[in-house]
């Protein structure tokens, strides 16, 4: 049973640029939350996509957006990259029908980098 | 006021000895609770979970949850020097997660 994957594994970019990072989810999962985990910080919620749509977004920009496929897999992409950026991304994935909070797995994460 | 606080530690314990960790939150309405343990340049990884006021079980793990204090707690047990991580809490609001900063947890052999 694959667990939660994500790609890259790391990334280095410069200040100004896009970057899109994937995720997909566990075997019979079918929402996808994204996070941003700072240096000794926790997790940070971006957003959560199910049924193809954003049902909830954190205290982000609107230069963090994303997208899910029909096959429940998720984007996270960042435009205009900024130096404060730099953070491990981790995606979770879940079961949750109508409920948005059930019990999220973890993929191992993308470790950006913005110079 | 942050929604879920921790003790950022570190907390040191002898191998075998009890370890302690607390977590509080701000939101009555919280709905579910949750401990992760992530292991240094890792994901988190799920402990267990807890829903209802009390104590559940597993294995080596309790958590303890007490929702009129607004705290929940994971204790373990026989500590291990593999369980030295950092130990995130999780609280759901409004559909919402949100994680703590994490307490940093030392098993000395």
């Known amino acids: 049973d694959a667990g939660v994957t994500q790609s890259p594994t790391h990334l280095i970019k410069t200040r100004g640029q896009q970057v899109t990072l994937r995720c997909s989810p566990k075997s019979g999962h079918d929402t996808v939350s994204w996070y941003q985990q700072a240096l000794g910080q926790g997790p940070q919620f971006i957003f959560q996509y199910y049924e193809e749509e954003e049902r909830q977004r954190g205290n982000f920009p609107d230069r963090f957006s994303g997208h899910q496929f029909p096959n429940y897999s998720s984007e996270l992409n960042v435009n205009a990259l900024l130096l404060g950026d730099s953070a491990l991304y981790l995606c979770?994935?879940?079961?949750?029908?109508?409920?948005?909070?059930?019990?999220?797995?973890f993929g191992p994460g993308t470790r950006l980098t913005v110079l | 006021q942050k929604e879920v606080e921790q003790n950022s530690g570190p907390l040191s314990v002898p191998e075998g000895a009890i370890a302690s960790l607390n977590c509080t939150y701000s939101?009555?309405?919280?709905?579910?609770f949750f401990w992760y343990r992530q292991y240094s340049g890792k994901s988190p990884e799920l402990i267990m979970f807890i829903y209802s006021n009390g104590d559940k079980e597993d294995g080596r793990f309790t958590a303890q949850l007490n929702k009129a204090s607004q705290y929940v707690s994971l204790l373990i047990r026989d500590s291990q020097p593999s369980d030295s991580a950092t130990y995130l809490c999780?609280?759901?609001?409004?559909?919402?997660?949100?994680f703590g900063t994490g307490t940093s947890l030392t098993v000395i052999p």
């Open positions: 999780a609280v759901t609001t409004g559909n919402q997660f949100y």
């Open positions: 939101d009555r309405g919280s709905q579910s």
């Open positions: 979770a994935s879940s079961f949750s029908g109508r409920a948005s909070t059930d019990t999220q797995y």
